[in-house]
C-alpha cells in the first residue's frame, strides 16, 4: 500500500476506478445495440477498428503533447471530448437508430480523445508517487483498473436490464441510455478529482512539434530490446488471443444468455485480474521478470483456447479469469519496463508508442477476431487465436533474448540491461 501514501496517487485511482467502471459499462451498451441492430459478427469487429484507427492516426502527437504540455491538462481537455461523445450516444439511444454509421463515428472521435489522453495518464504516474514505490503503484494501478473492469461490465448489463417506470421510462431511458447516463456520471467525477490534484509536471519537452521531435520515442523503442521485444508480444498475443469482441456471440449463441451473461464474461477476465493484482501487491516477484513474462503469455493463450472450446458458462469465465490473471503479471512487467527504462523528458513519446502497440493488440484485436470468426465462426477463430497467441510466445522467446533474461524490474537493473 505504499504508493497510496501518496494523496495525488490516491485520488487519481480513486478518479480512474470511476471512469474506467463507466466506459466498461459503456463497451456493454455499445457491443449490445450494435448487435441487435446488424446481427452481423463482422459489425462487431468495427466498433473495435473505429476506436483503434485514431490512435494510429493520433497517438505520436499525442506523445508529444503529453511531453510538451502540462499533462494534467491534456488529460482534463481529453475526457471533456469524452463526456461529449457520450452525449451523443444517449442521444441515438432515444433516436433507435437503423444504421451502425453513427454509433461508428461517435467511437471514433472518442479514440481521438483517448489517443492524446494514453500518453499523458501513463506519463502522469511517475509524477504522482516516489521512484522507489513505483512498481507497487503499477501493480496497484493495474487493480484498481481491473476492479473498474469486473464492476463495469457487470454493472453495464444490469443497467442494460433494469426496469424503469413512470417519467424515466416515458422519457425513453432505457436499456443503452441508462448505461450511457451512468457512464456521464463518472466522467464528471473523474473531471473532479483530476482538477483537485496538487501535481504539476509542467513541460517535459521544450522542442516545438517536427517530424523528428514527434518519432523520437519511437526510435528510442525501436533502439531498446527490452521494451521493443515487450511491446510488440503484446500487440500480436492479445491481437490474436484477444476474443471481447466475440462475446455477445458467445453469450448468445454458444451459452444461450442474456446480456447479463454477457456481462459476467466481460467481467470474468477482471476477476483473475484483480486477484493476481492483490496478490502481487502483497507478495511482489524480485527476480526473472523475463521468464516469467512469457509463461504468462502462453498461459494466456491457453485459457483462450479452452474458453473457445466451452459450451458451459462457468468453465468459459474460469478459462477467462485464468487468462485475465496471467495478463496482469505481462501487465506489471511491460508497465515498469516503459515507465522505469525510459528518461522523463521521452515519457509522453514511449507511452504514446506503447499504446499504439497496446490499441492495436485491443481494438485492432477486435476487428481481427469479428473478422475471423465471419469466415470461420466464433468458436474456430478463438481458438485458432489462442493457438497463435503460444506460437508468438515462443517465437519471441527465442528472438529477443535479452528480454527473456529480464531480471529485477528496478531503473539501476533496467539500464544496466
Known sequence: MEAFASRDFARYQLARVAVIMGAEAQSVA???QVYSITHRAIDLGYTGLALFLPGLLFLLPGGHAADRFD????????????????????????????????????????????????????????HLVPEEHFVNAVTWGGATWQFSNITGPALGGLLFTLPLGGELAAWGLQGAGIVYVFTMATLVWFLLLILSLHVRPGRMEHQAASVKVVMAGFHYMMRSPLLLGASSLDLFAVLLGGSVALMPIFAHEVLHQGPRGLGLLRAAPATGSVLMSLFLARFPFRRRAGLRLFVCVAIFGLGTIVFGLSHNLLLSMGALAIAGAADTVSVVIRGTLVQLGTPPEMRGRVSAVNALFIGGSNELGEFESGLTAQWWGAVRATVVGGVGTLAVAGIWAAAFPRLRRADELTAEALKSQ
Do not use: D, E, K, N
Open 30 to 32: 455499445v457491443a449490445w
Open 71 to 126: 499533462r494534467r491538462h491534456v488529460i482534463l481537455v481529453c475526457y471533456t471530448v469524452q463526456m461529449v461523445c457520450t452525449l451523443a450516444l444517449l442521444g441515438l439511444s432515444f433516436a433507435l437508430p437503423h444504421s451502425v454509421l453513427p454509433i461508428y463515428g461517435v467511437l471514433f472521435l472518442m479514440g481521438t480523445a483517448r489517443a492524446f489522453s494514453g500518453p499523458a495518464s501513463s506519463a502522469l504516474v511517475p
